[in-house]
């Protein structure tokens, strides 16, 4: 069954770095986003993606933040200057319109 | 915006019904998801409904009414592996199939 694959699983970084999470969508959904879950808080959405552009972005989805889809598979999510808010786990998900499909996620830790 | 409300923790014996139950309030509707989302992994698509009645899906089942914004999760003979986090989300009306979550309800199956 295809599913969404997100790399790296886990992801440490010291305050102030910048981290790219990649992902690759299943193949024929055109319809992508950025998911993020705080430890034992509801998941919130921070970005789709649709066209090669953002379609919707929240609050969360600041500067600090971007997206990109750099060639025919590859989403990825870039964050600048990382705080220690940002740790979270990051998931990106696809769609083909009607259901959302979610990778396994990338943990990400901020020092 | 969007207001998404539901129990916060529920237990169960194994064999046994459970009703879980969903509220929303939303600013644009086009659908109402059911996700689960056991601990440290993404969430995977449990049902979905548009048109208010009862969807039925082997031992999940899922209920939507519209015009009282609500809905309900019902998964019978309960197994000790249905033990995780039942995820109710809401997409909008955007046409981006983005979807809002709620913080989710927290399901304990006990022997």
């Known amino acids: 069954e295809p599913e969404v694959t997100q790399t790296p699983s886990h992801q440490v970084t010291q305050m102030g770095q910048e981290v790219i999470l990649r992902c690759v969508p299943i193949?024929?959904?055109?319809?992508f986003y950025w998911y993020r879950q705080i430890l034992g808080q509801k998941v919130e959405f921070l970005v789709s993606f649709y066209n090669n552009e953002i379609s919707e972005k929240s609050e969360i989805f600041d500067d600090q933040f971007s997206v990109e889809r750099p060639d025919g598979s590859n989403f990825t999510l870039k964050i600048r200057s990382t705080k220690l808010e940002d740790s979270a786990m990051y998931f990106c998900a696809s769609s083909d319109g009607e259901k959302l499909f979610f990778g396994s996620g990338t943990q990400l830790s901020v020092l | 915006g969007q207001n998404i409300d539901q129990p916060t923790e529920m237990t169960a014996t194994e064999g046994a019904i459970v009703q879980i139950n969903c509220t929303y309030q939303t600013s644009g509707f086009n659908g109402l998801f059911w996700y689960q989302q056991h601990a440290g992994e993404a969430p995977t698509f449990l049902s979905y409904n548009v048109l208010d009645g009862l969807e039925e899906k082997g031992r999940f089942s899922s209920f939507l009414s519209r015009s009282k914004g609500y809905s309900y999760l019902l998964l019978k003979e309960l197994q000790m592996k249905d033990s995780a986090s039942y995820l109710c989300?809401?997409?909008?009306?955007?046409?981006?199939?983005?979807?809002?979550f709620g913080k989710g309800t927290m399901l304990l199956v006990s022997p």
């Open positions: 989300a809401v997409r909008d009306h955007s046409g981006y199939s983005t979807l809002t």
């Open positions: 193949s024929n959904h055109l319809y």
